[in-house]
């Protein structure tokens, strides 16, 4: 038995997850020599506000502040940019 776990962000569509468990299942038969019916794929989706990144939610990383540096990189002397 083998088991593939996804973690991405939430919102994709129940046919893109279709699509992915196909395609990581036929890769895991080709590559691993998995039996399809002893694999598992599971998807786990997480909001972006409960994903982090460099020090700054995923939720917040689309603000960019107005020196051009994306939320929360540090700057020259190591403290927070933001």
């Known amino acids: 038995m083998a088991v593939v776990t996804v973690e991405a962000w939430a919102g994709r569509t129940v046919e893109q997850k279709r699509r992915l468990v196909a395609a990581i299942t036929s890769a895991m038969v080709e590559h691993f020599g998995s039996n399809p019916q002893h694999l598992h794929v599971i998807i786990h989706e997480v909001p972006k506000d409960d994903w982090g990144r460099g020090g700054v939610l995923s939720s917040d990383a689309d603000a960019t502040p107005a ?16």
């Open 67 to 82: 020196d051009g540096r994306q939320a929360g990189t540090l700057g020259a002397s190591g403290r927070s940019a933001r």
